[in-house]
């Protein structure tokens, strides 16, 4: 499957709707895409993406019904390793550093609580080993 990071804008919005509804037919896309582009181009990117491997269909009734090819979750953590490689020589803490570091990132207080608990866990998990 090609990685999830080179998609387009649209591919990409596409996928965030399917993987949001769980299923979702062209029509069901278009009704939720912004900028809404014409139900050819929808259908064109619907058959890309099943080409590349991300969707799959069946049909109900006169429509196809696409879903993903694999769950979120999994195409996240591939995608986020991505990043971690590309743009952080692979390093957690140099991501998590420029994250901490950016007056936008919006983090609450009990954000960084949860954050600090699971560093907490992790190093608890480390020292079992």
């Given at each position: ?47 890309i993406l099943e080409e590349k ?59 960084l609580e949860r954050l600090s ?13």
């Open positions: 499957m090609k990685d999830p990071i080179q998609l387009s804008r649209r591919e990409r919005e596409i996928m965030d709707i399917v993987y949001s509804r769980g299923t979702a037919t062209a029509t069901e896309v278009l009704e939720q895409m912004p900028d809404e582009p014409n139900r050819a181009t929808v259908r064109t990117l619907l058959r491997g991300h969707l799959s269909h069946s049909k109900k009734g006169r429509e196809f019904v696409y879903v993903p090819s694999r769950p979120r979750e999994r195409v996240g953590q591939s995608a986020f390793q991505r990043v971690l490689r590309t743009f952080f020589d692979g390093s957690l803490e140099k991501a998590v550093a420029a994250h901490l570091a950016d007056p936008g990132s919006g983090l609450s207080t009990s954000d608990a699971m560093i907490n866990a992790a190093k608890r998990k480390g020292k079992q080993k």
